[in-house]
């Protein structure tokens, strides 16, 4: 357990830190081409890491970094020179383990969103954050070897904490690693990203996500959540601790009730959303009636329910509400319609219920007679 002051605002409350997790599930070839990359003598000086959100690039970096500091570089040279090595693992016992898992290693930086004046959490990384580093880099490593950077997550920064990292990466720091974490990489300036060598992470199976989810201790329906989750083991982890299966399963016997709305359960859905304290789970219903809105147009346009099923009896629900393309079109529209709508109203404090309750009517209206 990590118990430094250090801010962790992509940290999943009830879900290990990326940094404490053991074990990588799913992203072997991803950690074989670096791998491959290191026992060459080919370190590229910048990674950036790209896939969806959630399916391990943050775990794939602090296990990068781990392993750099821990492992004798294999262009020591001389005819103890290191032998390759098979994958990023490092014995739990080792120094470095323990104070990386202390927040105790000088060698590694982690650059992430930071508070402003007023306490409160930044939506950006600034260039402070990224400028901060030159200090960091000035610094050499005790035994020679590497140093490591994590910024996470690149997409993140503003136009100037791109341009000063932009500059770092045109002169990289000797014996510095930096690894980019993007969900976006389109959104990245685009000599950034010729300056880094990119490695993709891929979503992972049920099987894996279950995996993944019984490593961080967390319980739930892995086939469900994988559906919900897109492959996503951070998204099904999201899912299982705020009770988003449950909700999904909710919204999927609303819709079963169309085109006469189940009145009842649409209240019930609004009073989730206007709870009190409750702001993770309001934000959740939102991101799953947009999920349900897509899956239903995907039903109609491809003429069959996505599978597996995210909870049982859906994929009648989806064949019966949305039979053709056309109904496709009709869903894909009031999906954009809505999302537009629900983030603009949470933007401005409108009533989370009310903005429900009228959300959920315009689905009614939209469901075929």
């Known amino acids: ?17 990326p940094r404490d997790t053991e074990r990588l599930i799913g992203q072997e070839a991803a950690e074989a081409v670096f791998v491959d990359a290191w026992n060459g003598g080919r370190l590229h000086h910048a990674w950036l890491l790209t896939g969806p959100r959630g399916i391990g690039k943050a775990t794939l970096a602090w296990r990068i970094a781990r392993f750099v500091l821990a492992t004798e570089p294999p262009d020591a040279g001389g005819m103890f020179a290191p032998q390759p090595v098979p994958d990023l693992s490092v014995p739990e016992d080792h120094p470095v383990v323990q104070r990386l898992a202390s927040g ?51 997409d993140l920064m503003n136009v100037t904490a791109a341009n000063a990292l932009l500059k770092m990466l045109e002169e990289p720091p000797a014996r510095v690693v930096m690894l980019l974490i993007s969900h976006r990489p389109s959104g990245l300036l685009p000599t950034i990203r010729s300056r880094c060598r990119t490695l993709p992470l891929r979503t992972l199976d049920a099987g894996q ?8 201790g967390v319980s739930g329906d892995a086939t469900a959540l994988a559906a919900l989750s897109g492959g996503s083991v951070g998204g099904a982890m999201r899912l299982a601790l705020l009770g ?11 819709l079963g009730s169309l085109p006469q709305m189940d009145r009842p359960l649409a209240l019930k859905l609004a009073e989730t959303a206007a709870a009190r304290g409750k702001e993770d789970q309001r934000d959740l219903l939102f991101v799953l ?6 899956r239903l147009a995907r039903t109609g346009a491809q003429g069959a329910a996505p599978q597996p099923e995210a909870v049982p009896g859906e994929a009648d629900v ?52």
Do not use: C
Not at 244 to 254: A, D, N
Not at 345 to 351: C, K
């Open 104 to 154: 105790g290693e000088g060698r590694v930086r982690n650059v992430t969103r930071t508070f402003n004046e007023k306490d409160k959490l930044r939506s950006q990384i600034i260039a402070e954050d990224i400028r901060d580093l030159n200090g960091f880099f000035q610094l050499s490593a005790p035994d020679g070897g590497y140093r490591v950077v994590i910024i996470d997550d690149a």
């Open 318 to 369: 989806l064949t019966r509400l949305s039979p053709s393309p056309h109904q496709a079109r009709v869903w894909a529209d009031l999906a954009a319609e809505v999302s537009s709508r629900a983030r603009h109203g949470l933007a401005v404090n409108l009533d989370p219920a009310a903005l429900v309750l009228d959300t959920l009517l315009k689905i009614s209206k939209a469901a075929p007679r």
């Open 1 to 17: 357990m990590n118990d430094d002051p250090l801010p962790q605002p992509e940290r999943l409350d009830g879900a290990p830190h």
């Open 209 to 216: 996500i279950g995996l993944a989810m019984e490593q961080a």
């Open 244 to 254: 988003g299966t449950g909700m999904y399963g909710q919204i999927v016997r609303l």
């Open 289 to 294: 009636i947009d999920l349900a809105l897509a």
